[in-house]
Each structure stands twice: as structure tokens, then as C-alpha cells.
């Protein structure tokens, strides 16, 4: 007999009875892999292996597959509460390789937590692992718990650019904050030094020659790519190929007032108001003089889109897949006709607005996968004003700015205000610039009943997955004087014990849960160190 099915109210798709089991709400994003990945970084110090982790974290969580970056720098941070010199990081220093080596450990228990039980698909083990013997230690470990493994290293040999990577990002961390520059760099490059005696590059032609790996050299000069196992390790070596590091700007805008948003009227392709041609204008003097070189405009295929382009007398490109949302059966209506036609349509829109899709329209999901295109090409290019529309420019500004599935539909983008976005080095700095042209205000807040539910949605490249408040947090591992005191066990192993883990300056960490941790401990150290 055929299955019966139900088409979910909300996003508008088939799914079994109730007599089967429903999936966890996180799982409504596209599955893309068939077991979770451990997406294994490599790479000496200063070779932007944190900065490749955070910005694929953050475009894998923007297409919707959960993913979380566990730095193993900052559960060393949490162990060793003062850093002193690179003397720490000694290969003969055997109580700093007994401390690094638990951490390394420490990060993936909650790795597997994070795969196996809190719904992630995707964690990114952010460490130097410059050894086939630490490689190993992850391999065995994936191997053991069923997870995918893709390696992604990271190669460069230009010392202006790592010397470049040290000021901008190293000497800022936790571990110089109370050093001047000059001394903290001859630490660091010390630090490198320890690591570069004993790094062994991965060898996709002999050692490496059956691991799924990527290496990037020379920041995307050249790559190399092997044994690619699935769909989305395929999409994390085509999204790495698009990305580069240099200074650029993106400018994003919407459209000057149209005549349906002094209406109230949603969708439709109506022209600007006598208002939004004057931020036309506006938008014209604003684009001279930030004089930009070799400035690339880009519009949606919509008719007020291209009317504020036109003012600016530069070639424009127009991209359909910038048009806004497409509210099917309620394009071209106010909220209060919606509300009278389709009450029940405009009372579930306002429970879930990313989720929801408008009957023959789309929803904020459907339309963040339209929008991945540009995404990439915006990655690829240097300085670019994109001129769109209210629901396109949340989307675009939730992947720069790392903002949640949830956040995302409530961002405020108004009219006739143009938002500077500058790449820094492990995120975007945004600016707002007013052009101080009137204009009807469009934007809808997040309904109290909404607010007041429950939000099971991950958040955006973060320790914590989950949006929901968290008991107190855990250590995994004690301090490094307890570790010396404890280092002549056999396979040491460090119980929590009840103080808090955030320190100043640091973000929270992830837990390994209570009431398993004794067994897990035990269990994995015999299967990563079988006796």
C-alpha cells in the first residue's frame, strides 16, 4: 500500500502520518552527508587554519548543515590558565605534550557529543596536527564512531604573509595580552619554530594517498585536491576555491522606495516613488565619493532594483536570483488583506518565518539556497554594491555577519540606508550609512507569541549548539599544575570537577555531559589507546 502522507502547513511539504515518528525540528535543513564529518585541520602556527575553520563554519551553517568549530588552542587556554613563553610548546617539553596531548582529546569527546547526540553533521577540529601520529589519533578515533574524515591543510611559505597573519591576529590573543608586540612576535615565531621540527605535510601520493584532503597553498594560489568522498566535501573544496584574503568592500542596499511600499503592497514590480529616486541620486553622489576602483554593481532583474542603478551611470549586472522573495498567492497584498483572505497563512508565517513558504512562493530557506550563487561570487570579487530587495539583503547580511535561521528574517535592512561591510580577520565589520532620504519604514517585528516560543534552532558557529539555557558549565580537563602532580599515571585522565570554565576574554566552551563522561572516558581511552 502506498504511504499516506500530510503536507506540513508551514513549508509546504509532504511528510509521513503522524503514526511515524517525526524528525528533530533541526533537521529540516538539507541532509547533505551521509554520516557526519570531521573536517580535520593541518598547518603550522600562523597559517589560517582558524580562519579557514570559522568562515566554512560559517557558510556551512548559512546553507543550513550544523556545524561547529572546536578549537583545541582554547580548551589549552582552559587548561593552562597563564601562558608564559613558547618554552611550552617544546617537543622535549613532555608535561606540555601530555597537556596538549588531553586537550586534543578533550576536544573530541565533544566532537563526538556534538555529532552523536546534538545534531550536528559537520565539526571542524581546529589544531595544527602536524603529525601522522596525531592524524592517526583522529583518524582511529572517526573510524571507531562511524564519521566521515576531510582533511584541509593549510601550506604557505612566505614570510611577509605570515608575519603579516602574526600582527594581525596572533599578537592580539589571550596569550599576549599582557606583552608588547615586540616580544610577543620573537615568542610566536619561536612557537612556530617548535612545531616546524617535527611537521609532516600530508602526502596525498604516498602516506596520504587513500585520506579525502585538500591542501591550500600560497592562500588559494594553488591546490590540490584528493579522493573526494560526497556531496558536500565537494562543496567545502569548491566554496575554499572562491574565497581570497584580499582588502575589499561590499556595499549592500536596497532599491529606493517603490510605489507599492508607500502602499503597504508586498512583492510586485512597481517603479520607484518621487522618494526613491531621490536616494537614486543620493546612492550616485555616496558611490563617487568613496571612490572606488573597478567597482562591480549588481541588481535583481525587478524593475525598482534597476531604476536606482540607473542612476549611477556605472555598468550594472542584473542577477534574477537576487529578486525579492516570491510570495505566491500573496504578491501584491498588504499585511491587513493577508490577514482577511489568509488568516491562517499570515498567523503561520508569524510562528516561523524562516521555515515558512508562502503557497506557489518561497520561504527565507528557499530563497538563502537561490542566493548561494551569488554568495560564491561575491567571494570571488573584490568591491561590489549590490542593489536588492528587504528579504534577499537579510539573507546576504545573516552569511557575513554569522547571524542565525532564527535572526535572520527580523534583521532590520530600511530603506534608503546602504550598509559597508568590511572582512576582518575572523568575521565582518559592518558600518551604516544613512543617506538621509525619507522613506516608509517596511520592517515587521518578531510577534510576542512567537518570541515567547520555544526555539529549537542551532546557532551560528558556536561552542554552544544549541539555543536553549545551559546548565553549568564543566571543565574537561584541570589546570596544567594538576596535571603535573598527575603525570606520572599511566594514561592520565581528568575528571570535572565543579568550578566555571569561562574565563576573561574567552568564549564559552562546549561540555561533555555528566552523567556519561566516567563511561565515555574509560571507553575511549581503550579504544584510542588499546592496551
Known sequence: MPMELTQSRIQKIWLPNDSHPALPRRSCGPQLTNSPT???????????????????????????????????????????????????FRPDNEEGMNVRKQCALAALRDVKLYLSE???????????????????MV????????????????????????????????????????????????????????????????DPDNDDRDVSLIKVIDVGRRFLVNRVQDHIQ????????????????????????????????????????????????ALNKFVEEQNLKDLKI????????????????????????????????????????IKEKHPEEFALRDQDKYYYRYPSGESYQDLVQRLEPVIMELERQENVLVICHQAVMRCLLAYFLDKSAAEMPYLK???????????????????????????????????????????P????????????????????????????????????VYMPQEVPTHLPGQPLLGKACLRTVYHFLKVFSLLIFPR
Open 298 to 337: 549588481w541588481t535583481s532583474q525587478l524593475k525598482r532594483t534597476i531604476q536606482t542603478a540607473e542612476a549611477l551611470k556605472l555598468p550594472y549586472e542584473q542577477w534574477k536570483a537576487l529578486n525579492e522573495i516570491d510570495a505566491g498567492v500573496c504578491e501584491e497584498m498588504t499585511y491587513e488583506e
Open 234 to 281: 565537494s562543496r567545502i573544496v569548491y566554496y575554499l576555491m572562491n574565497i581570497h584574503v584580499q582588502p575589499r568592500t561590499i556595499y549592500l542596499c536596497r532599491h529606493g522606495e517603490s510605489e507599492f511600499n508607500l502602499k503597504g503592497r508586498i512583492g510586485g514590480d512597481s517603479g520607484l516613488s518621487n522618494r526613491g529616486k531621490k536616494f537614486a541620486s
Open 118 to 136: 546534538e545534531g550536528g553533521q559537520i565539526a571542524v577540529f581546529d589544531a595544527t596536527n602536524t603529525t601522522r601520529e596525531r592524524r592517526g
Open 457 to 492: 534552532l542551532m546557532r551560528r558557529n558556536s561552542v554552544t549548539p544549541l539555543a536553549s539555557p545551559e546548565p553549568t558549565k564543566k571543565p574537561r580537563i584541570n589546570s596544567f599544575d594538576e596535571h603535573v602532580a598527575s603525570s606520572s599515571a599511566a594514561l592520565p
Open 413 to 455: 535592512c530600511p530603506l534608503h540606508t546602504v550598509l559597508k561591510l568590511t572582512p576582518v580577520a575572523y568575521g565582518c565589520r559592518v558600518e551604516s550609512v544613512c543617506l538621509n532620504v525619507e522613506a516608509v519604514n517596511t520592517h515587521r517585528d518578531q510577534s510576542e507569541e512567537a518570541k515567547k516560543g520555544p526555539n
Open 139 to 202: 583518524l582511529n578515533f572517526a573510524k571507531e564512531n562511524g564519521f566521515k574524515v576531510f582533511f584541509i591543510e593549510s601550506v604557505c611559505n612566505d614570510p611577509s604573509v605570515v608575519a603579516t597573519n602574526v600582527m594581525e591576529v596572533k599578537l592580539s590573543s589571550p596569550d599576549y595580552r599582557d606583552c608588547n608586540s615586540t616580544d610577543a612576535m620573537e615568542d610566536f615565531m619561536k612557537r612556530i619554530n617548535c612545531y616546524q621540527a617535527s611537521y609532516q605535510p600530508l
Open 38 to 88: 570531521v573536517i580535520v585541520m593541518v598547518g603550522l602556527p600562523a597559517r589560517g587554519k582558524t580562519y579557514i575553520s570559522k568562515k566554512l563554519t560559517r557558510y556551512l551553517n548559512w546553507i543550513g548543515v550544523p556545524t561547529k568549530v572546536f578549537n583545541v588552542g582554547e580548551y589549552r587556554r582552559e587548561a593552562v590558565k597563564h601562558y608564559s613563553s613558547y618554552d611550552f
